[in-house]
């Protein structure tokens, strides 16, 4: 049973709990490509090889609903920067897609005919936010952290970085985008944004950006192509026979 494509304007993300589908690992594995067993088998620890075989195999049977496609003949390719996409069959090229897991949590974003990014973080107490903004955030961003009152920093932190590499992962490029060559919005209370952006045909305003709560004790975001994105989100209940999806 196929499922309904996010409309043009739209970006669906749907989240899997590792934990969720452990015992469902041996049916997620049967539809991996060889590259994709090879590559979960070389992690040591076994919730690593957990959570690969989630991602990549959720993500297969997702997409094999939108497209109507068996998931184990879904051909992926990736750019030079890592970024996977649909091997450009027919129409299967207009969707797009992006992944993301930190911890238990494995986050899934698609749209269609626009580009997409999503990222998730486990929160963490222990880090030195403050220093590691200094590193990778924009003049703009550190300002702001810096004058967040302390019970809030972690949070705010988490808040930008997700924004951040949600998307530099919607623009293909990685971390080879500087992280400080551009600024997001990181207060609770502020409209999640793109603020600035120091590239040329890329205006920030072409992005819509959507701050996400997963889980407690993690904190997401998507970054997806065009102003006016609606955000549609819902869990996904992965059984051996039957894929449940309620929009």
Known sequence: MGMKLPKENEVHVWKALVSEC???LSTLSQVLSS????????FRR????????????VLRHLLGRYLSKAPRDLVFMVNAFGKPT??????LSLVHFNLAHSGDVVLFAVALNCAVGVDVEMIR?????VNLARSHFSPEERAALEGTPSREKTEAFFRCWTRKEACVKAWGQGLSFPLDKFSVSLGRNEVPRLTWIDAKGMPAKKWTLFHLEPEPGYLGAV???GPDARLISSDWAFFPAVNSAKF
């Open 86 to 91: 649909l091997s450009p069959q027919s129409d």
């Open 46 to 57: 076994a919730e690593d090889r957990n959570r690969s075989i989630v991602a990549r195999g």
């Open 125 to 129: 107490a222990d880090l030195e936010v």
């Open 22 to 24: 452990t015992s469902s």
């Open 35 to 42: 590259e994709e067993v090879d590559k979960a088998a070389r």
């Open 223 to 225: 970054a997806v192509e």
